[in-house]
């Protein structure tokens, strides 16, 4: 006989209560662990937000905040080059951008290279050399080259090295000094008859017949104490040169003889010579080895 089961005895559980229980752990832990990535994201956007902030403060306060403008520009060196004509240089590029962005008057920011070469086109210099001291102070120290003759050319006056290079263009102020009183010119001036146009830094003479003109400039007071007032070339490539003379007639010298056989026919003829004979001169030419010619 079947034996009759009693369901009311028995204690059967839930197949899905444990699944149920656990999920509902996982999808906490789901809720949980999703919250904690946002905020993660939140900070991280945080961070490289106030970096880039700093990041662009730094950069506006190193590069176009006022504290590191050029407020000061120092020169050592000049002697006869104006410091206001450098100083204009300068101001014009620190007026000027580079990169189109950036501010020259910036003190990081100023092309040294840039300025080097425009002040170059104006003169001819034996060095230049840029300083910056922070935060606010360029200094610029500028040897020269020393003109050993000045030119003129038209109704322009150059300062010429002893490698008849150009080195700079008068001031108004200093013509008008070497117009006014030559006697006093410390240096010698040569006339280009020719008034051919010229530039900076163009060579118009050769070493040789500048430093001819130098000693007969220097000597030929002791040798005869006739003193020259200034020189005339004719042409820039020949050897001769003319000198005007303290009692107004010239001399005519060529670099390719011997300067002291040159003024030693010129002081031989001249000892004979009475003073208003020598007032009547109007030229003396030595350029001939065997022969003196005269007006």
């Known amino acids: 006989m079947a034996r009759a089961r009693d369901y009311q005895r028995k204690n059967y559980s839930n197949p899905f209560s444990r699944k149920s229980k656990s999920g509902s752990a996982t999808r906490g832990r789901g809720f949980y662990y999703g919250r904690r990535s946002k905020s993660g994201s939140l900070r991280r956007k945080l961070v490289i937000f106030f970096l880039l902030a700093a990041t662009g403060g730094w950069i506006y ?24 004509e450098i100083r204009d240089i300068i101001n014009s590029q620190t007026a000027s951008r580079r990169f189109l962005i950036f501010q020259q008057k910036n003190i990081f920011l100023f092309d040294e ?4 070469k425009n002040i170059n086109q ?4 034996e060095s230049i050399k840029f300083d910056k001291k922070l935060p606010e102070t360029l200094r610029i120290e500028i ?8 030119w003129r050319s038209g109704e322009k006056y150059y300062d010429m090295n002893r490698g008849g290079l150009i080195i700079r263009e008068l001031l108004p102020g200093e013509i008008t000094q070497l117009s006014t009183k030559p006697s006093e010119a410390k240096i010698p001036v040569v006339y280009d008859e020719s008034n051919e146009a ?4 163009d060579v118009v003479l050769s070493d040789t017949l500048i430093q001819f003109g130098i000693d007969l400039y220097e000597g030929l007071p002791e040798k005869t104490g006739i003193r020259v007032l200034n020189f005339k070339v004719a042409n820039r490539k020949d050897a001769e040169i003319k000198a005007l003379t303290n009692e107004g007639w010239e001399i005519y010298f060529s670099s390719d003889q011997n ?8 002081y031989l ?3 004979d010579k009475k003073e208003d004979q020598r007032k009547a001169l109007g030229y003396i030419d030595l350029r001939f080895e065997d022969r003196v010619y005269y007006k």
């Open 61 to 84: 306060f190193l590069f176009y905040s006022p504290y590191f403008w050029i407020q000061r520009i120092e020169f050592s060196g000049l002697e006869k080059i104006s410091e206001a």
């Open 269 to 271: 003829f001249l000892k």
């Open 143 to 150: 040897k020269e080259e020393m003109p050993a003759l000045i």
């Open 113 to 116: 290279k840039f300025a080097l």
């Open 259 to 266: 300067l002291t056989l040159q003024t030693e026919k010129l």
């Open 122 to 125: 104006k003169y001819a210099l």
């Open 198 to 201: 010229i530039n900076i830094k």
